[in-house]
């Protein structure tokens, strides 16, 4: 597994020296850096890679799973509404037809599960 390093960068830095008045004389100096690290590796996307590797999933099952990643709930659930899929097509520059035959391609691999009435 290829883990990647976390990179701190700093976006915010301020430097405040006190000088004497009278003769200019820099008495105190003072330096505040406000810093962030990068996010976290896409461990779950790692997985997922991972795992469609394994079975021979395309890219394009792939790429449809990512994005329906990010409606999963805590209780693993995810709801597809029709702004979310139109949403899903256009970022992967595919037709709804397309995306609706990719959602039941994953559904009848096991990948994903439908419950209750599936509007595909």
């Given at each position: 597994?290829?883990?990647?390093?976390?990179?701190?960068?700093?976006?915010?830095?301020?430097?405040?020296?006190?000088?004497?008045?009278?003769?200019?004389?820099?008495?105190?100096?003072?330096?505040?850096?406000?810093?962030?690290?990068?996010?976290?590796?896409?461990?779950?996307?790692?997985?997922?890679?991972?795992?469609?590797?394994?079975?021979?999933?395309?890219?394009?099952?792939?790429?449809?799973?990512?994005?329906?990643?990010?409606?999963?709930?805590?209780?693993?659930?995810?709801?597809?509404?029709?702004r979310y899929?139109?949403?899903?097509?256009?970022?992967?520059?595919?037709?709804?037809?397309?995306?609706?035959?990719?959602?039941?391609?994953?559904?009848?691999?096991?990948f994903v599960?439908?419950?209750?009435?599936?509007?595909?």
């Open positions: 597994m290829v883990t990647k390093k976390r990179i701190k960068t700093a976006f915010y830095e301020q430097k405040k020296d006190t000088v004497d008045i009278n003769t200019g004389e820099i008495i105190s100096e003072s330096k505040t850096t406000l810093s962030r690290y990068s996010s976290e590796p896409p461990y779950v996307k790692m997985y997922i890679d991972d795992i469609c590797s394994m079975i021979k999933v395309p890219d394009s099952l792939k790429n449809v799973l990512f994005l329906m990643l990010r409606k999963l709930d805590y209780d693993g659930y995810m709801t597809l509404s029709t899929r139109k949403s899903m097509c256009d970022q992967l520059s595919i037709k709804d037809g397309t995306l609706r035959n990719r959602l039941a391609l994953l559904v009848k691999k096991g599960l439908s419950e209750g009435e599936m509007n595909i």
